[in-house]
């Protein structure tokens, strides 16, 4: 694509919000102009610019992991519920295929969740950012990745990874959905904990138009 004086530009159709959405990949010597041809033929439209923090808290209320804070080299797509962006059965063999079939076939030890805050007051307490302690009735099974206030919900969204610990042994068990649903949760921040309901999958999507049968819980939230 070109804009202006400006080619060779690279347009690809991703989102990192959940909302329709493009990536520009431009050359570098043609940024601040490009950037300025955008912005001069947006002003009818309404354009404006938006900051980092506004993606950041678009993308934690719809569910979307970042590689590098949330998912690290040894996360699975099993472990951070991307399971269906991969193809078991495709007929040829890939790296870390054996340890997905075993993960799918026997479980997996930690689990990427969603907690929505229940009694946090965004005016008043000390808002969470990441590394905040998870408690699963009343035991530590994790920390947060991330958080962040959803515009959309009007209260704060944390993302982490779950754990399930032996109570008498503290050896590592299989954390499954019962797990993560039937808990009553808590995070901590600087000491003082907040209740939170967990979730396993993001709450509606105008983007994908899409609902999920537990999505209904989240209903209240969304003032519908």
Request: glycine residues 10%; negative net charge; proline residues 3%.
């Amino acid at each position: 694509m070109s804009v202006g004086y400006a080619n060779g530009i690279r347009v690809m159709s991703i989102t990192h919000t959940g909302e329709p959405g493009f990536m520009l990949y431009i050359p570098i010597e043609y940024a601040l102009h490009v950037y300025n041809e955008v912005m001069n033929m947006g002003q009818k439209y309404g354009i404006r610019n938006a900051g980092y923090y506004a993606l950041r808290s678009l993308r934690i209320e719809k569910f979307f992991a970042f590689w590098g804070q949330d998912l690290d080299a040894f996360t699975t797509p099993m472990e951070c519920g991307r399971e269906f962006q991969v193809k078991l059965d495709k007929g040829m063999q890939f790296v870390g295929q054996e340890a997905l079939l075993e993960q799918k076939q026997n479980g997996v030890y930690k689990r990427f969740t969603m907690f929505i805050l229940e009694d946090h007051d965004t005016d008043t307490d000390l808002w969470p950012w990441w590394g905040e302690p998870i408690f699963r009735n009343g035991r530590y099974v994790g920390k947060t990745t991330s958080s962040a206030y959803s515009y959309t919900l009007e209260r704060h969204v944390c993302l982490g990874f779950v754990h399930h610990f032996d109570e008498e042994t503290g050896e590592e068990l299989v954390v499954t959905t019962d797990f993560i649903n039937q808990g009553e949760y808590e995070i901590d921040i600087a000491g003082h904990r907040f209740q939170a309901k967990a979730k396993l999958y993001p709450f509606s999507s105008f983007f994908t138009h899409r609902r999920r049968k537990d999505e209904m819980e989240l209903s209240g939230y969304q003032g519908e």
